[in-house]
């Protein structure tokens, strides 16, 4: 079953505010990723992240993974209509599989103009 | 288009009907995965292939399900006997082995529905 917990489960905010969220584990991860998901369609690659405390951006987005390997976090800056849509944190475990991922529950995001 | 491709993107069945879905990956990748996603959740691993060998089989994968990938390029993921229970959404997803083999590329996925 799913080991990674998404918070906010959802969240509403203004065009051109910036938003965050977060993924936490009680176990450790080697890997964490970042998707979006379009409702009908599957998950886009945002962002991935490698090593512990490693701080990455792509555009408007930065993402970081914890120092502890037990969390990762996702910031939007200057949120804009198309946004719109379901983030989910994915990770391989230390001990799990090569190339196997979990997913988190998702972070729904909304934005109104 | 370069990216993943699956087919179809939907399906309607009865219960007790056979389905199989096709992925084909991104050309130069090696690994193929199917993960399977339901309403409100993310998506949960089923099985994997690295070229041709199918490497992992997740404890959701019940003897209904089978997936090969016969010549390691195109794979296919046969539901026998469907139940209601099986309705979902079916995602493929490819990587290239290598120090970023973890960054997979999902395709369209395949909405499947079970009457």
């Known amino acids: 079953g799913q080991q990674l917990n998404q918070s906010p489960q959802s969240m509403f905010i203004q065009e051109g505010e910036d938003v965050s969220m977060n993924c936490t584990s009680s176990s450790i991860f080697n890997t964490w990723l970042w998707y979006k998901q379009d409702p009908g369609e599957g998950p886009v690659l945002l962002i991935a992240l490698y090593k512990a405390g490693e701080l990455t951006s792509n555009g408007r987005l930065t993402a970081q993974f914890g120092i502890t390997r037990k969390d990762s976090f996702l910031n939007i800056s200057a949120s804009i209509p198309s946004d719109v849509g379901i983030y989910f944190c994915?990770?391989?475990?230390?001990?799990?599989?090569?190339?196997?991922?979990?997913f988190g529950t998702g972070t729904r995001l909304q934005v109104t103009l | 288009d370069t990216g993943v491709s699956q087919d179809p993107r939907h399906k309607i069945t009865k219960r007790g009907q056979n389905v199989t879905f096709r992925c084909d990956p991104i050309s130069e990748h090696n690994r193929l995965y199917w993960y399977r996603q339901t309403l409100g959740q993310g998506p949960e691993f089923l099985t994997y292939f690295q070229n041709e060998a199918q490497l992992e089989k997740s404890r959701l994968l019940s003897d209904r399900f089978s997936a090969e990938r016969p010549k390691g390029s195109f794979s296919t993921l046969e539901i026998q006997r469907t139940e209601q229970g099986d309705s979902a959404m079916y995602l493929c997803?490819?990587?290239?082995?290598?120090?970023?083999?973890?960054?997979?590329?999902f395709g369209p996925g395949t909405r499947l529905t079970v009457l």
């Open positions: 997803a490819s990587s290239l082995e290598g120090t970023r083999d973890f960054e997979q590329f």
């Open positions: 994915a990770g391989q475990l230390m001990t799990g599989t090569a190339s196997k991922l979990t």
